[in-house]
């Protein structure tokens, strides 16, 4: 069931930028350019998840359902302690591209609507947070990554995230100071929100 979760509340933070970049573009466009727009979300995606399969390649790092019992272990495909993903833990592909898509959509947020309110970029940071977040620790439950896999995974995608944006930003100002709290803030607090839930309901 967390598995399944995890799915639901990682297509959901896929979907993100998406739905942001309906409402927001460059020079108060709401619909910039989808050329460049597919280039920035390219350009993160395939830089976290090549990260992503690097490191997975370098730490052939076997997952936790791998040290259960026959017993213990569900009986399911995707719980084979004999497949090749069996033992590619290290780190998190779902948490990797999870927070790759929230800090492409936090970024874009900051970059384009530098006028918004501090509670419109919390909110945006704090659902983005939340599914992630969610996302990583239901990874876990799942007994398909230890936390560490999770941690190192949400690092690289939102890394990847946020500094493809602002690498192609142009002559747009970079964000202040008081956005990326503000932002940043609310990415923790949905964070927090969205691993205690999954706790709770898994």
Do not use: C
Request: net charge negative; hydrophobic share 45%; glycine share 12%.
């Amino acid at each position: 069931d967390a598995a399944n979760a995890s799915d639901w509340t990682h297509n959901a933070a896929f979907l993100m930028p998406l739905t942001l970049a309906a409402f927001i573009g460059p020079d108060g466009q709401k619909r910039p350019d989808l050329g460049r727009r597919t280039l920035i979300y390219g350009e993160a995606f395939l830089l976290s998840l090549g990260l992503t399969a690097l490191g997975k390649s370098a730490f052939s790092r076997p997952r936790p359902f791998t040290y259960l019992s026959d017993d213990e272990r569900p009986d399911d495909d995707y719980y084979d302690p004999t497949s090749a993903r069996a033992f590619v833990s290290m780190p998190s592909g779902h948490a990797s591209s999870a927070w790759t898509a929230v800090g492409l959509g936090a970024a874009e947020f900051m970059l384009y609507e530098p006028a918004a309110s501090g509670w419109a970029r919390g909110a945006v940071g704090f659902v983005g947070g939340a599914l992630a977040g969610s996302t990583a620790a239901l990874r876990v439950h799942a007994g398909q990554h230890f936390p560490s896999d999770v941690i190192m995974g949400s690092l690289l995608g939102l890394g990847s995230g946020v500094a493809v944006p602002i690498l192609h930003r142009g002559d747009i100002a970079m964000p202040a100071t008081r956005a990326w709290l503000e932002t940043s803030g609310g990415m923790v607090a949905g964070a927090v929100v969205g691993i205690l839930l999954s706790d709770v309901l898994y």
